[in-house]
């Protein structure tokens, strides 16, 4: 089987886009090379309290989900990813 091909920059060209994932609201804000992944920021939910390395409640911080973009054997778009709808 031959691997799928999808640049980063292909990827990066959705950073900044509004998105719907598991019927919420999101920005893409990231591209990660390795895997790759898209980070998406919650847009509607409020603030999450972030701990330390040692458990302590430091800061708020909003929630974000990290998407892979393709399949285990990289020949497919993972599923995850093609349930990203733009808004």
Known sequence: MSQLV???EQLRGMIGLEVRYRGLSFTVIEVLEDGPSLVLLDRAAGLDIQPSLL???????AQAE???VLSDDRTELHAEFLAIELL
């Open 6 to 8: 999808i640049t980063v």
């Open 55 to 61: 458990g302590v409640a430091n800061r708020r911080v």
């Open 66 to 68: 990290t998407v892979p």
